[in-house]
């Protein structure tokens, strides 16, 4: 079966912009979740949203911000960019949560100037 | 504040040698860890979980190991063969998720030497 998508894999924004991020899970999988990735602090907790809500977030700021839809796919915002958000954002998707084994894209490289 | 570090950045292993990689937690709130391993330009891959219930899991060349009163996990690769040269993510979650969701270390990257 086709693996966790994300679109874009490489975006370059800067500073001030906002910006979207999709993931695709794989088919079955009600649950998504979110993680930024920096060689500075490594995988950090995003969010995790199942069946359309959100049901556990990371401690980031309220830039950051996602949604699910109804065929669990789902997106992540970021507004107002700063230069700290550069970064690897990883999706990963599961049938049940966090602690079922959760299958990751490849993820998306953002870039802030 | 890092509530799961992994203190060695990197380690080299023989192939055919145990490679045993390392994982300190603080908060004793955490009672489910899972360890993922990552290639270059990849998403992590899961390896294997273990409950706070346990103090082993075994699957195939795998074994987690967790000791609850010294708040230590490790990960036993044996044999180690090539392909395992990676980075090794431990992770640890709390009943109920919450801000801290999941938690990771930085990773160790493990090498395997011919």
């Known amino acids: 079966k086709a693996g966790v998508t994300q679109t874009p894999r490489y975006l370059i924004k800067t500073r001030g912009q906002q910006v979207t991020l999709s993931c695709s899970p794989i088919s079955g999988h009600r649950s998504v979740s979110w993680y930024q990735q920096t060689p500075g602090q490594g995988l950090q907790f995003l969010f995790e949203y199942f069946s359309e809500t959100q049901r556990n977030k990371g401690n980031f700021p309220g830039r950051f911000s996602g949604r699910q839809f109804s065929n669990s796919r789902s997106e992540m915002n970021v507004s107002t960019l700063e230069l700290g958000d550069s970064a690897l954002y990883l999706c990963?998707?599961?049938?049940?949560?966090?602690?079922?084994?959760?299958?990751f894209g490849p993820g998306t490289r953002l870039t802030v100037l | 504040d890092q509530q799961v570090k992994q203190n060695s950045p990197s380690l080299s292993v023989q192939e055919g040698r145990i490679s045993i990689l390392n994982c300190d937690y603080t908060n004793s709130m955490f009672d489910y860890f899972l360890w993922y391993k990552k290639y270059p330009a990849e998403g992590p891959t899961f390896l294997i979980s273990?409950?706070?219930?346990?103090d082993k899991n075994e699957d195939g060349r795998f074994t987690v190991f967790l000791n609850k009163s010294a708040k230590h996990l490790s990960l036993h690769i044996v044999p180690s063969q090539p392909g395992d040269s990676a980075v090794y993510f431990c992770a640890a979650s709390k009943p109920g998720g919450g801000a801290d969701g999941l938690t990771f270390g930085k990773g160790t990257h493990l090498i395997i030497q011919p």
């Open positions: 990963a998707s599961s049938f049940s949560g966090l602690r079922d084994e959760q299958f």
């Open positions: 273990i409950s706070s219930i346990k």
